[in-house]
T-cell receptor, first 111, second 111 residues
Framework: DAMVIQNPRYQVTQFGKPVTLSCSQT?????MYWYQQKSSQAPKLLFHYYDKDFNNEADTPDNFQSRRPNTSFCFLDIRSPGLGDAAMYLC??????????FGPGTRLTVT | QKEVEQNSGPLSVPEGAIASLNCTYS??????FFWYRQYSGKSPELIMF????GDKEDGRFTAQLNKASQYVSLLIRDSQPSDSATYLCAVAIQGAQKLVFGQGTRLTINP
């Protein structure tokens, strides 16, 4: 089945220790998104790739970076995680930016 | 003014009744509208999308769109306890490959 896969599903990191979250997709969608979602809040878009073009949201902290080495993979790097970065991180994909399909998410804990 | 507004609930509906979830949006140029279901601790799941004025039915779900009133709704017929979740309304930003999410409505179906 075509799907969006995120690894790991749960990640624990220490304050200030860099962490990388991974997303892969078999849908062959050209747009990939990273969202941050905290409890009882709507998903907050951090950035997205339209093909190879990177689009950063104006309010995304510099602490968050992303890489998309090919169509299927996208990574979220958090350079120096703070306690406030503890959240669910969601990857989503779409074809041409229409319907978005989410992966299962990575729950990040910062100690 | 928020771009996409939903009543946060909680909305409590007896089993077997019709659950009605509402959403308003501010961008009159919006063309694409989505409903996502999110169970606690899980990622959002796309359950309906609608692009044209009127009703769109899929099983027990009906999405309704009224562009003149800038209003989109989701009806769930014969509500089941398994429908208990948070429902997120999302609207595509015109000219961009992004969605704006409402805060979500928490729905509880009481047996």
């Amino acid at each position: 089945d075509a799907m969006v896969i995120q690894n790991p599903r749960y990640q624990v990191t220490q304050f200030g220790k860099p962490v990388t979250l991974s997303c892969s997709q078999t849908l062959n969608h050209n747009v990939m998104y990273w969202y941050q979602q905290k409890s009882s809040q709507a998903p907050k878009l951090l950035f997205h790739y339209y093909d190879k073009d990177f689009n950063n949201e104006a309010d995304t902290p510099d602490n968050f970076q992303s890489r998309r080495p090919n169509t299927s993979f996208c990574f979220l790097d958090i350079r120096s995680p703070g306690l406030g970065d503890a959240a669910m991180y969601l990857c989503a994909t779409s074809r041409e930016g229409v319907e978005q399909y989410f992966g299962p998410g990575t729950r990040l804990t910062v100690t | 003014q928020k771009e996409v507004e939903q009543n946060s609930g909680p909305l409590s509906v007896p089993e077997g009744a019709i659950a009605s979830l509402n959403c308003t949006y501010s961008d009159r140029g919006s063309q694409s509208f989505f409903w996502y279901r999110q169970y606690s601790g899980k990622s959002p799941e796309l359950i309906m999308f609608i692009y044209s004025n009127g009703d769109k039915e899929d099983g027990r779900f009906t999405a309704q769109l009224n562009k003149a009133s800038q209003y989109v709704s989701l009806l769930i017929r014969d509500s089941q306890p398994s429908d208990s979740a948070t429902y997120l309304c999302a609207v595509a930003i015109q000219g961009a490959q992004k969605l704006v999410f409402g805060q979500g409505t928490r729905l509880t179906i009481n047996p």
